[in-house]
């Protein structure tokens, strides 16, 4: 079974602090991703990773960057948290086959205030 | 421009009876297409998927039909169950590409006993 899990469940940070969400997966999977959940926004793709230190911008990058230095974990970082932060963060990964599904971790609900 | 539109954010339906998600696509480069169905306070989870070969697919009591002319596709769940009610997002990717997906808004199923 595919095994894909975040550091935190639920994080509160304060605006201005500097916030690490940690991922890692157990499949060796060469793609990671990261993505926010709003509601009526659907799923938004952050970063992702096809590689160990190789990283892509998704959709909505700003404000955030990205870290890869072991193939097992993809780190999302806020530099400095604001408020429209606060979101449902998934980490997913998935085979550098084609046609391949992303597996989900569970999510960090993080709230910035 | 949302490239993938799931234009019901809400959907109730009574047990037994057929669930019919729909989802539109705009991009004509994607090829593949998957459905994935989130819990509350859980990441999404892979249901079932269709490569543009095919004009559906069948997986137990899901199957998803595609008309790439008209770039629509749904998702029916005969018969439904309580335990179906969740979110049900749409996605999409290009095969040849990194596999991003790219989501839509999501459709919230409410199945009645």
């Known amino acids: 079974d595919v095994k894909v899990t975040q550091s935190s469940r639920y994080l509160v940070k304060r605006t201005g602090e500097k916030v690490f969400l940690e991922c890692v997966q157990d499949?060796?999977?060469?793609?990671m991703f990261w993505y926010r959940q709003d509601p009526g926004l659907g799923l938004r793709l952050i970063y992702f990773s096809y590689d160990v230190k190789m990283k892509e911008k998704g959709d909505i990058p700003e404000g955030y960057s990205v870290s890869r230095e072991k193939k097992e974990r993809f780190s999302l970082i806020l530099e400095s948290a604001s408020t429209n932060q606060t979101s449902m963060y998934l980490c997913a990964s998935s085979p550098s086959t084609p046609l391949a599904e992303q597996y989900f971790g569970p999510g960090t609900r993080l709230t910035v205030t | 421009d949302q490239q993938v539109k799931q234009n019901s954010p809400s959907l109730s339906v009574q047990e037994g009876r057929i669930s019919i998600l729909n989802c539109d696509y705009t991009n004509s480069m994607f090829d593949y297409f998957l459905w994935y169905k989130k819990y509350p306070a859980e990441g999404p989870t892979f249901l079932i998927s269709i490569s543009s070969i095919k004009d559906k697919n069948e997986d137990g009591r899901f199957t998803v039909f595609l008309n790439k002319s008209a770039k629509h596709l749904s998702l029916h769940i005969v018969p439904s169950q309580p335990g179906d009610s969740a979110v049900y997002f749409c996605?999409?990717?290009?095969?040849?590409?990194?596999?991003?997906?790219?989501f839509g808004k999501g459709t919230m199923l409410l199945v009645s006993p």
């Open positions: 996605a999409a990717s290009v095969s040849s590409g990194y596999s991003t997906l790219t």
């Open positions: 499949m060796d999977h060469e793609n």
